[in-house]
């Protein structure tokens, strides 16, 4: 109903909704011709998200998300059981192979990250839960990067009702195939066999 409309948390979440982009940073300009905004009004509601860490800018003027989003994401499906169980097989495959570990899910012609780990490297591939990307092809939620490469494996299906993936993904020539698709079977094979066990 009208009456239970705040114009400017609307204008916040429009704002917010424009981040849904292959691109991981935006322009002021590029938000404006996002949402219909003013730059001016995009300032003062970028500020403010800014305070809560919903978006974060870089030292070139530039806008991202930032962690708020991720920590909220945590708190939806996959479920919080499901989310417990993989989120530190995923920060030990970060951790040893040094690459952005995530949990994939398609969502009819898309592929969402459900669960990251990033690794601790200046130069990594930034991934957020939520981002989506359209699939290459059925079965195929690997996300196509610009010198960078993304492996995935699929997950028994006892993890989920729904196909999910882990993946590994970092620069090509620091991002070894067959070392990452070691790892990654060892990941399944380990969360298989915590499933199997599970209550």
């Not at 909704?17 to 292959?22: G, K, L």
């Not at 898309?110 to 359209?134: D, F, I, K, M």
């Not at 028994?156 to 195939?177: F, Q, V």
Request: with cysteine.
């Amino acid at each position: 109903m009208a009456q239970d409309r705040v114009e400017a948390v609307e204008r916040a979440l429009t704002a917010l909704e424009a981040f849904d982009t292959d691109r991981e940073t935006l322009s002021l300009s590029e938000l404006a011709q996002a949402t219909g905004f003013y730059k001016s009004t995009l300032l003062r509601l970028l500020g403010s998200l800014e305070r809560f860490d919903y978006v974060q800018r870089s030292a070139d003027g530039r806008w991202r998300l930032g962690a708020s989003p991720a920590r909220l994401a945590r708190r939806h499906p996959p479920s919080r059981e499901l989310a417990a169980r993989l989120q530190p097989a995923l920060d030990r495959l970060a951790a040893t192979t040094g690459e952005t570990a995530a949990l994939l899910a398609s969502r009819g012609d898309e592929a969402e990250c459900r669960l990251v780990a990033l690794p601790n490297q200046e130069l990594r591939h930034e991934l957020s839960p939520g981002r989506r990307w359209p699939l290459q092809a059925p079965g195929d939620p690997r996300l196509a990067l610009p010198g960078g490469t993304m492996i995935c494996q699929s997950l028994p299906e006892a993890l989920g009702a729904e196909a999910l993936w882990l993946s590994l993904s970092g620069p090509a020539g620091r991002l070894a195939p067959q070392a990452a698709r070691r790892a990654l079977a060892t990941a399944c094979r380990t969360l298989a066999g915590a499933a199997e066990v599970a209550p």
